[in-house]
């Protein structure tokens, strides 16, 4: 079973910054945060991933709170392509013989024009 | 750098046909996996290959699916004989290896399976 949980669904108006929340109270000291997306006949993609600190690449922030229990994934700019389902997800490092990614239901975000 | 490749796009067989799925990692990559979709449910994991030898084969359903990497490159899914439960999107993914602390892994585009 996934260790996180979203909201299903949420929507954002284009050209807004997106936050999509995720909470994951159970995760572990040698758990990262994830994020991948799924865009509608596409394969999954990955976005970021973050320990503890603060994360920002082109694609997205990702904001981890000091006790490393949520996140918050922001896409800065929404725009009509990123209209999709977002997976947070905690996963071992790939030290560990688990390295499976567990995908859960994810949030659905809807970028309205 | 191409991206995984996946063939094929689409599939529609019969009920108890035989079907092949291939994935083309990219290059390098020595982590092969392969996942699916089945409607209206997540995305789950089947399988984990290293090089050639599968590492992680938790997800497989049963014993009508066969995964194969001869050779550490391409690999192979064959669903035999399909069952209407089989319908869903079958993705790939490869990544690098486990020397790096993130292993992202990499998707291809799904192969939808329709069995009739």
């Known amino acids: 079973d996934a260790k996180t949980t979203q909201p299903p669904s949420m929507d954002c108006a284009e050209g807004r910054a997106a936050n999509l929340p995720c909470n994951h109270s159970t995760i572990s000291g040698n758990e990262y945060v994830y994020w991948y997306r799924q865009i509608h006949s596409q394969g999954p993609q990955y976005i970021i991933h973050g320990l503890k600190n603060n994360e920002t690449n082109e694609m997205a922030s990702l904001i981890i709170t000091e006790d490393r229990k949520s996140s918050t994934l922001i896409l800065p700019h929404a725009t009509l392509r990123d209209t999709a389902v977002y997976y947070c997800i905690v996963r071992v490092p790939p030290s560990n013989r688990d390295d499976k990614i567990i995908f859960g239901k994810g949030t659905r975000l809807h970028i309205l024009p | 750098e191409a991206g995984v490749t996946q063939f094929p796009s689409h599939s529609v067989i019969e009920k108890g046909q035989t079907v092949t799925l291939r994935c083309d990692p990219i290059s390098g990559h020595d982590n092969l996996y392969w996942y699916r979709r089945v409607m209206g449910k997540e995305i789950k994991f089947l399988l984990h290959?290293?090089?050639?030898?599968?590492?992680?084969e938790s997800g497989m359903p049963n014993n009508r699916f066969l995964a194969e990497r001869t050779g550490g490159t391409y690999s192979t899914l064959k669903v035999q004989p399909a069952e209407l439960e089989d319908s869903g999107v079958y993705f790939c993914?490869?990544?690098?290896?486990?020397?790096?602390?993130?292993?992202?892994?990499?998707f291809g585009p799904g192969t939808r399976l329709t069995v009739l």
């Open positions: 993914a490869s990544s690098r290896g486990r020397s790096l602390s993130y292993n992202e892994q990499f």
């Open positions: 290959f290293v090089k050639e030898s599968k590492q992680d």
